[in-house]
């Protein structure tokens, strides 16, 4: 079946400027989870979603940085007034917790790179 | 708070010899230790998981290794080979929420 999509694959932006990326999880996947991942570092842990619970937002860096979840299936992480800091690669992944598998799945990510 | 420790950041073998990489957890409370590859402009993938009621789990070539005293997880890679050269995250996930934190990776070059 598909996987995780996210899109779009690369986005420019200026300094300043809002952008919203977007991440489809597997279906019928009800965790989903955002990170970040800064040129040669690794996995920052920005958000997580689980149902309808309240989401866990400890990751965020910033309150320019939100994310909100439609009807339990796309994601959407919005930076606003992005600043150069803010370039990396974001990564979605989404995985089931119905199941007694604990494998997150992940998207092949958005590069953001603010000028 | 939670963090995870990863080391070496660049391991250099020879085909054929084994890799190890090591991480530390904080939370004496973590239960479940993943380890995921990333191949150069793709995505992670699980390669390997580890439960905290296991010390030891292998897979083919690979095989993870648990203290739960010391807080220690390792990854053990034998006969490598060149497609092995990726970089390898590990992870942490404490009991009870389904939040990972993730090492800083370990970019491995195997040479042929």
């Known amino acids: 079946g598909a996987g995780v999509s996210q899109s779009p694959s690369n986005k420019v932006t200026e300094k300043g400027k809002d952008v919203e990326l977007r991440c489809d999880p597997i279906?019928?996947?009800?965790?989903l989870y955002w990170y970040r991942q800064s040129l040669g570092q690794g996995l920052e842990f920005l958000i997580y979603?689980?149902?309808?619970?309240?989401?866990?937002k400890s990751g965020l860096p910033s309150d320019r940085f939100s994310a909100e979840r439609t009807g339990g299936s796309v994601s959407t992480l919005t930076i606003q007034r992005t600043q150069q800091e803010d370039s990396a690669v974001y990564l979605c992944?989404?995985?089931?917790?119905?199941?007694?598998?604990?494998?997150?799945?992940f998207g092949p990510g958005t590069r953001l790179t603010v000028l | 708070g939670e963090n995870v420790e990863q080391h070496p950041s660049t391991l250099s073998v020879q085909e054929g010899d084994s890799a190890v990489i090591k991480c530390t957890y904080s939370?004496?409370?973590?239960?479940?230790f993943p380890w995921y590859k990333q191949e150069l402009g793709k995505r992670p993938q699980l390669i390997i998981d580890?439960?905290?009621?296991?010390g030891e789990k292998k897979d083919q070539r690979i095989a993870v290794t648990l203290n739960k005293t010391a807080k220690h997880f390792s990854l053990h890679i034998t006969e490598t080979q060149p497609e092995d050269s990726a970089v390898y995250f590990c992870?942490?996930?404490?009991?009870?929420?389904?939040?990972?934190?993730f090492g800083t990776g370990t970019r491995l070059k195997v040479l042929a």
């Open positions: 992870a942490a996930r404490t009991s009870g929420t389904y939040k990972y934190i």
């Open positions: 279906s019928g996947h009800t965790a």
């Open positions: 939370d004496s409370a973590s239960n479940y």
């Open positions: 580890i439960r905290s009621n296991v």
């Open positions: 979603f689980q149902g309808n619970s309240a989401p866990d």
């Open positions: 992944a989404s995985r089931n917790p119905t199941t007694r598998v604990d494998t997150q799945y």
